[in-house]
């Protein structure tokens, strides 16, 4: 279900309302006459309903009760429904929400609790909730969350590798901020309470890109002011910047925003990248040395930042070193053997070492070769060719560039010094 603006929300993910939760539950069994039925029901309910229509035994842990007997006209036993909306805790930090439905009652647990009376108030736009009911239900859900939960979860943890992390990063089901570190929250953490300034930093963006880029500008510095954890304010005050060729600017603003929200790795990261793109590469090598993120260790592309930190700086022993660090991480990534390439280019022609020479030609022709529609490796492996006096070669690479790049303007430029 979308919410479509209903209590504020213009998506799903955020609220647990009836705009997402209730929708059609749709089965077609065969020998099964056509019906509907207006009691609600739970994901849990649908394997325990597909082993009862398939006549195979329920496995034992299953923790939902089969819909054939409502499907078949008879009655079963009215159990609360569990239901949570996490990802404002683990991707913003904010408040956790959790909730249950029970007949036609319905109870959302955050810092501010709602109840609502779906009978009389199905849009739940009317509060019911006193501090003696909100207790009542919260130790009701306490007690639910402790049946349902699984005795191992602690011990289930697991890092998944790299090809599991693109593929669930794909589908829009991994997201790159920290968990939440705090144990407590109050009505300032509540869900109801910060959306409103996320909504706000979303219609910022659609203002950027409209052309009203100074009311951009103002409306998210607002939001800064007044909510000082909304971290996509930071990161999305920061893209207008750098789009407006200030780069100083954006490093400062993601600074600011890693004071206030100093457990937000996706602000950090952007604050990295940043700060390359504004040249400030000691910076850059020193914030990565003295944080202490978890995603560091496994982050391809933060080493490969720091690489080319290293790369600017002359240091290409070290630059080499770091790019070999995350091709270890993941070696599927054409842009760090293109990089590896330009940085075994670089200090052969400060060392004369035919050994370093011989190793940026193998990392441009394996970019390349993990992508052959990426133009840069060409525009390399063509430098390398001409610095070789294989002129044949270095325009082959250097055309090949062009095609796939038309407006490639360093290949251009030594196109044409190459035909003269």
Same mark, same amino acid.
């Given at each position: 279900?979308?919410? =479509? ?7 799903? *993910? ?20 056509? *019906? ?7 994901? !849990?309910?649908?394997?325990?309903? $597909? ?22 006209? @008879? ?7 569990? &239901? ?16 249950? =439905?029970?007949? +036609?009652?319905? &109870? ?20 019911? !909730? ?9 130790? +009701? ?44 929250? *109050? ?18 963006? @659609?203002?950027?890109? @409209? ?5 951009? $500008? ?26 407006? +060729?200030?780069?100083?600017?954006? $490093? ?23 700060? !390359? ?15 202490? &993120? ?19 700086? *002359?240091?290409?022993?070290?630059? /080499? ?48 070769? /993990? ?40 290949? /251009? ?8």
């Amino acid at each position: 279900g979308e919410s =479509l603006g209903d209590h504020g929300e213009s998506t799903h *993910g955020f609220f647990a309302y009836n705009s997402t939760l209730w929708i059609p539950l749709i089965m077609d069994i065969p020998g099964k006459k056509p *019906g509907s039925i207006k009691e609600s029901v739970g994901h !849990v309910d649908i394997f325990p309903t $597909v082993c009862d229509v398939l006549g195979i035994e329920r496995p034992r842990s299953l923790q939902g009760e089969s819909l054939l007997p409502l499907i078949d006209g @008879k009655s079963r036993s009215k159990k609360p429904i569990y &239901f949570e909306s996490m990802y404002p805790y683990y991707s913003r930090g904010w408040a956790p929400l959790r909730g249950l =439905l029970h007949g +036609q009652e319905k &109870f959302i647990d955050s810092p501010i609790p709602e109840l609502f009376d779906l009978e009389q108030d199905f849009r739940e736009l009317k509060n019911l !909730v006193q501090a003696k009911t909100a207790e009542a239900y919260k130790k +009701q859900l306490d007690q639910i969350t402790k049946d349902l939960s699984y005795e191992g979860a602690a011990k289930a943890g697991q890092t998944p590798d790299r090809e599991s992390v693109e593929k669930l990063k794909s589908l829009g089901y991994l997201a790159g901020r920290a968990a939440s570190k705090k144990k407590s929250f *109050g009505p300032d953490d509540d869900v109801k309470t910060l959306l409103p300034y996320n909504n706000k930093s979303i219609e910022a963006m @659609k203002l950027y890109e @409209k052309g009203k880029g100074d009311e951009a $500008v103002k409306a998210l510095k607002e939001v800064i002011a007044q909510e000082k954890l909304l971290d996509n304010a930071y990161s999305n005050l920061a893209i207008i910047y750098e789009k407006e +060729q200030k780069p100083a600017e954006a $490093v400062q603003i993601l600074k600011l925003g890693m004071e206030n929200i100093p457990e937000s790795y996706e602000l950090f990261f952007n604050y990295i990248t940043a700060a !390359v793109d504004a040249g400030l590469f000691e910076e850059a090598i020193s914030s990565v040395k003295s944080k202490g &993120f978890i995603q560091i260790e496994q982050d391809p592309e933060l080493w490969n930042k720091i690489g080319i930190c290293y790369s600017s700086l *002359g240091k290409y022993e070290q630059a /080499i070193e770091t790019f070999e660090r995350a091709v270890a991480l993941d070696s599927r990534l054409p842009v760090l053997f293109n990089n590896l390439g330009l940085t075994y280019l670089s200090l052969s022609l400060k060392t004369r070492d035919s050994k370093s020479f011989l190793k940026s030609l193998e990392s441009f022709k394996k970019a390349i070769e /993990i992508d052959p529609s990426y133009p840069q490796p060409y525009n390399g492996l063509g430098t390398a060719y001409r610095q070789q006096g294989n002129l044949d070669g270095a325009i082959y690479c250097w055309e090949k560039a062009l095609e796939l790049k038309s407006d490639f303007g360093p290949v /251009i430029y030594n196109l044409g010094l190459a035909y003269m």
